[in-house]
């Protein structure tokens, strides 16, 4: 089984300035590695997604993400935030074995202000 | 448009009251599954279908019953709501050794 941690519930930051969002994941097995965006009153939007090569994913909108599998990690970051980017932010993995389910962490909720 | 589709968006019920949520995704994905998202506890998988007539439960499937009689249909059925599965539900779709996921615009449900 497989399991993700985000380690912030909420990051304050100001418009242009550069965010990491943190997600450490734990796994027996190879895994592939996703963030997603949740807009207010919105379903989920794939942002990026790691499955295999290069270990740093650009993705939609500015995002980039890379992969340490030494340290298990997958964080996110954006040079320079705007206020649209406000949003919930969800890392996930899943593997290609057994029920392949995605398994989500508990989200980091990205408050950017004026 | 590749999308995932499901209805209603916002319900709200009483407590024993049978109710079902529909999910449709017009990509000929084989692998569908529901999720409820909690506050503090990001999104937890309650049923998901590898194909046509093949279902099975995920982390938290009590009090929840779903089918698969046609590849593109989902349906989540919740033969006696109680006030504990209120919550935001989404509906999921991905092809077989495809593993991005494509989320429907989920459903608010409320039980009295």
């Known amino acids: 089984a497989q399991s993700v941690t985000q380690l912030d519930s909420q990051v304050p930051v100001f418009e242009e300035a550069p965010v990491e969002l943190r997600c450490n994941y734990s796994?027996?097995?190879?895994?592939?590695l996703f963030w997603y965006v949740q807009y207010p009153n919105q379903g989920l939007q794939l942002l990026l997604k790691?499955?295999?090569?290069?270990?740093l994913v650009k993705g939609i909108n500015g995002f980039e993400a890379e992969f340490n599998k030494s340290q298990t990690s997958f964080h996110l970051r954006k040079p320079s935030v705007h206020i649209s980017d406000t949003a919930e932010y969800f890392c996930a993995v899943t593997t290609d074995t057994g029920r392949r389910a995605l398994t989500f962490g508990s989200g980091t909720r990205l408050q950017v202000q004026p | 448009e590749a999308q995932v589709t499901q209805n209603p968006r916002y319900l709200i019920t009483v407590t024993g009251k049978k109710l079902t949520v529909t999910c449709s995704q017009n990509m000929n994905h084989e692998y569908m599954s529901w999720y409820r998202q909690d506050p503090g506890l990001g999104l937890r998988q309650i049923y998901y279908?590898?194909?046509?007539?093949?279902?099975d439960k995920g982390d938290v499937p009590e009090g929840y019953k779903v089918s698969r009689k046609e590849k593109r249909n989902f349906p989540l059925i919740l033969e006696s709501p109680s006030p504990n599965q209120t919550s935001l539900y989404f509906c999921?779709?991905?092809?077989?050794?495809?593993?991005?996921?494509?989320f429907g615009q989920g459903t608010r449900l409320t039980v009295v």
């Open positions: 796994s027996s097995v190879s895994v592939y």
């Open positions: 790691y499955l295999s090569g290069s270990t």
């Open positions: 279908s590898m194909n046509v007539e093949v279902t």
């Open positions: 999921a779709s991905r092809a077989t050794g495809h593993t991005e996921a494509f």
